[in-house]
């Protein structure tokens, strides 16, 4: 069973920055899709940044040129940068690991962000 473990969030102003880290358990880290989601209150999870096994990223348009996410692979460690924090991104955060090849999908328990002045 694949679990993993969310850190690094916290309390920050507007036009701060924090970065996230999920580390998971197993050795087969390199074969997961790794993702970065998000929920705020009254709202649906939605998906922040995503990287694949290659290292190919995608972002949603509400962080693009703010937030980066990378991986490393020997670490069984995903990263999510954020910079030029906004009240707006107060949110739950959570780490997800997808294998494509069998559907694997697991979840961490999150990590709350608040961007509050």
């Known amino acids: 069973q694949v679990q993993l473990v969310e850190s690094g969030g916290g309390l920050v102003q507007p036009g701060g920055s924090l970065r996230l880290s999920c580390t998971t358990s197993?050795?087969?880290?390199?074969?997961?899709?790794m993702g970065w989601y998000r929920q705020a209150p009254g709202n649906q999870r939605e998906l922040v940044a995503g990287?694949?096994?290659?290292?190919?990223?995608s972002y949603a348009d509400s962080v693009k040129g703010r937030f980066t996410i990378s991986r490393d692979n020997p670490k069984n460690t995903v990263y999510l940068q954020m910079n030029s924090l906004k009240v707006e991104d107060t949110a739950v955060y959570y780490c997800?690991?997808?294998?494509?090849?069998?559907?694997?999908?697991?979840w961490g328990q999150g990590t709350q962000v608040t961007v509050s002045s």
């Open positions: 990287i694949s096994s290659s290292g190919r990223t």
């Open positions: 197993g050795s087969l880290f390199s074969m997961y899709l």
């Open positions: 997800n690991a997808h294998r494509l090849t069998t559907g694997d999908n697991h």
